[in-house]
């Protein structure tokens, strides 16, 4: 059994600033690529970050040079710094990774989800 539980989502004002939080618990054998997600009410989910086992990164566009993802392999955890929110940040986030759970089995995994609320 494998857990996602996120953190760290709230309502902001525009301009501001907030960190999501996603760790990662149970039968663990390896964690390879982390990302995060969101959807916004009538919108399609979209890819917001992810990141490697190894640290390489990629950002949707509408975020690049105001989100930054980060990881810590110790704490089965990855992080999303998200700075100058805008209102059209606003969506519920969620975390996902790929986990093996042994040698040889590797399934996607979802968080819950976390809203993120930017007022203007």
């Known amino acids: 059994q494998v857990q996602l539980v996120e953190s760290g989502g709230g309502l902001v004002q525009a301009g501001g600033s907030l960190r999501l939080s996603c760790a990662a618990s149970g039968s663990i054998f390896s964690i390879n690529a982390m990302g995060w997600y969101r959807q916004a009410p009538g919108k399609q989910r979209e890819l917001v970050a992810a990141?490697?086992?190894?640290?390489?990164?990629n950002y949707a566009d509408s975020v690049k040079g105001r989100f930054t993802i980060t990881r810590d392999n110790a704490k089965n955890t990855v992080y999303l710094q998200m700075n100058s929110l805008n209102p059209e940040d606003t969506a519920v986030y969620s975390c996902?990774?790929?986990?093996?759970?042994?040698?040889?089995?590797?399934?996607?995994?979802w968080g819950q989800g976390t809203q993120v609320t930017v007022s203007s």
């Open positions: 996902a990774a790929r986990i093996a759970t042994t040698e040889h089995e590797e399934y996607d995994y």
């Open positions: 990141i490697t086992s190894v640290g390489s990164t």
